[in-house]
């Protein structure tokens, strides 16, 4: 039977340890105010290389190069599977973490808390659109939680549950490499991502993974594949 109770009570009190953390004590806003302007501080024409670089980590093509960086991954963590029909099973696993992901975007954007970046919320600050000449992203005006952290979170989530432990690893790697840059650029606060998108994955996604439903959807994709024929697909006797 596909149901881990204990993991999914124990992954939903830190979740809700998390949003405690977050409600009742103030060591969060004092640490995204030291991070925000530690990095702000190198937001200027005196950092040229920097500021480029932060920039470039900040546009659309840093974002299309991070989904062909977890498209890697997931294609790794395929090559490890050892079992036959392991097409069919991933393509059940990617359409799932999909259609998961869907969700919890439609959900995130119809909630009632928000608030703006630290760049909105400060004055006095620098803005990396001032110092470069080309489009990057160093603000919001609803920052919480952190979108690009949460799909990362499902993705890395769904290779832990489905797949080897190395590349689950290195895509657990990935949600700190790839949600830095909004963070150092003063677009998400540290709490939109560490505190905000890892709560609501803690909360919501064993519900998912540590349950039949995740599984069942996967098998639903194998014996699709089995019953139509399809090449490569598990044969039963």
């Not at 806003?29 to 302007?37: E, N």
């Not at 790697?173 to 949600?179: F, R």
């Amino acid at each position: 039977m596909n149901l881990n109770l204990k993991r999914i009570i124990y992954c939903n009190l830190a979740g809700l340890a998390l949003f405690a953390s977050w409600l009742w004590l103030s060591v969060w806003s004092l640490i995204d105010d030291r991070i925000f302007w530690f990095f702000n501080q190198f937001i200027t024409s005196d950092h040229p290389v920097w500021v480029n670089f932060l920039a470039m980590v900040n546009t659309r093509y840093f974002d299309a190069a991070s989904f062909f960086v977890l498209l890697a991954i997931f294609a790794w963590a395929i090559s490890l599977d050892p079992r036959t029909g392991r097409f069919w099973r991933w393509l059940g696993v990617g359409l799932t973490m999909l259609v998961v992901a869907g969700l919890l975007a439609l959900a995130t954007n119809k909630m009632t808390y928000g608030h703006p970046s630290p760049t909105l919320s400060f004055d006095n600050v620098n803005f990396l659109t001032d110092v470069v000449s080309f489009d990057t992203k160093d603000s919001d005006r609803n920052s919480f939680p952190g979108d690009h952290g949460l799909m990362l979170m499902v993705f890395t989530a769904f290779i832990f549950r489905f797949g080897d432990h190395r590349p689950a690893i290195v895509s657990a790697i990935m949600i700190a490499v790839l949600s830095a840059p909004r963070v150092m650029a003063g677009a998400h606060w540290l709490q939109d991502v560490y505190m905000g998108s890892l709560a609501i994955a803690l909360v919501v996604l064993p519900w998912v993974l540590c349950t039949p439903i995740a599984p069942s959807c996967v098998e639903a994709m194998e014996r699709m594949a089995q019953r139509l024929n399809l090449p490569g697909a598990r044969r039963t006797h």
